[in-house]
């Protein structure tokens, strides 16, 4: 009989010639079990997506309720479904005041798209500006803002008038225009490795958006719901865009995306012309019910203390002369190693243990530790132990 692992290799497409290529059957909690039984710690949690942990009850609750009543009606936007509105309601009340729109997307993507177009349509501008390093996805307009030559250069002529300038440097600022229509800025950047913005940056990029008419456009689609110890990154910084991204842990572990804006830039979009950005499955009801299950949790638990916790924990633990730095906010962290080659091994020594972590997109020298936030402390002291034991073991 051929293996399902088999198939994996034959029949699916391929992202790279290295996948994890790790089979699981189930997951609970921060565990992952393979068919065999073997369980895994999982300290990716499918890339900053299972903030509450795998299959969590109230959120599987409000699925299934949810998926007696109807799944999908209409393309988005005009039916008024309640899981939609609700959801609406709820993440509006728990940003600043002036991001009270929501349009719904799919994916990270998708929301990068949407508002990249919604800034050029308020603004009338065209230039775009992005950071260095940063990823923002990889449809083609996302892909145009994403700061990696080596992942662009393939696909090339993308989106015109994208440039990209340094992030956490203040001179770089000046780059910014009355001719630019938005900066996009992850605020703490993911796939760079964990780069934190250095203390006066956010706001000064802020101050020099609203000198020049430009709209900031915050990629929340990593730091989102709790995984940098706050609801948002724009909470720990305090400092407010004009669109912020949502994706991934938005939607309790169901495809999800928005990018979310006021009415007055949000109505740009629906006239002139009218239908000039819509979507089949955006919001769809299903990631919509689980969404906010997932967000009422996150908002009304104390698990954000946990974060801090745990996140401090994985700090002060990951000392070893192999580790060069732990870098992150939360439970967002870098660990930086000598060299990718240690990375490799050492990912492979761990998932050997039963913990699994992986690299980042743009820093081959680090692995990532981005468990679900419910993660506990024994739960984290065991990951260390491996994560250091492994690290002893690489020859
Ligand atoms: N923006 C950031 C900061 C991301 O980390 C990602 C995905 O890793 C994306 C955008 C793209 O999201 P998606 O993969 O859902 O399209």
Same mark, same amino acid.
């Given at each position: ?122 603004t009338?501008r ?47 600022l000046r780059?910014i225009t009355a001719g630019t229509?938005?900066v ?23 101050e020099r958006c609203s000198e020049t008419g430009t709209l ?16 948002? %990154? !724009?909470?720990?910084?305090? +400092? #407010? ?6 994706? $991934?842990? *938005?939607?309790?572990?169901? =495809? @999800? ?92 020594? %761990? !998932?050997?243990?039963?913990? +699994? #972590? ?6 081959? $020298?680090? *692995?990532?530790?981005?468990? =679900? @936030? ?22």
């Open positions: 009989m051929v293996s399902d692992r088999q198939i994996f290799f034959r029949n699916l497409a391929r992202t790279s010639e290295f996948p994890l290529a790790l089979e699981i059957e189930k997951a609970s909690g921060c565990w992952l079990y393979a068919p065999g039984g073997k369980k895994y710690l999982d300290l990716i949690a499918g890339v900053s997506v299972s903030n509450l942990g795998h299959n969590n009850k109230t959120v599987i609750e409000a699925i299934k309720k949810q998926a007696d009543l109807h799944m999908h009606l209409m393309v988005y936007g005009e039916f008024i479904q309640k899981p939609q509105v609700r959801l609406a309601e709820e993440l509006c009340r728990l940003l600043p005041e002036n991001l009270n729109t929501v349009y719904y997307t799919n994916s990270g993507s998708e929301a990068v798209e949407g508002a990249l177009k919604l800034a050029k349509r308020f009338g065209h230039e775009i500006i992005a950071f260095n390093n940063a990823y923002h996805g990889s449809t083609a307009g996302a892909l145009s803002v994403t700061g990696n030559e080596d992942l662009k250069r393939a696909f090339r002529p993308l989106v015109p008038s994208v440039r990209h300038i340094e992030f956490n440097s203040l001179d770089s780059e229509a938005c996009i800025a992850e605020p703490v950047q993911g796939e760079a490795g964990i780069v934190l913005p250095d203390e006066k940056f956010l706001g000064l990029l802020r900031l456009v915050f990629d929340e689609i990593q730091t989102g719901f709790g995984r940098t110890g706050k609801l948002f %990154a !724009m909470d720990l910084f305090g +400092v #407010t865009p004009d669109i912020a991204l949502f994706a $991934k842990g *938005f939607g309790g572990g169901l =495809p @999800l995306g928005a990018f979310v804006a006021s009415e007055e830039i949000m109505n740009s979009l629906s006239t002139n012309p009218p239908l000039g950005h819509i979507t089949t499955f955006g919001g769809h009801p299903l990631s919509c019910a689980a969404g906010l299950a997932s967000l009422k949790l996150i908002n009304e638990s104390s698990i954000t203390d946990n974060v801090n916790i745990t996140g401090e924990l994985f700090r002060t633990l990951l000392r070893h002369q192999a580790i060069k730095e732990v870098r992150g906010t939360g439970l967002l962290i870098a660990v930086e190693l000598e060299s990718p080659r240690l990375v490799k091994k050492l990912i492979a020594g %761990a !998932m050997e243990k039963g913990v +699994v #972590t992986d690299w980042f997109l743009f820093n081959e $020298k680090c *692995f990532r530790v981005s468990p =679900p @936030l419910i993660i506990s402390e024994d739960e984290t002291r065991h990951a260390c132990n491996v994560l250091l034991e492994s690290l002893d073991e690489i020859d």
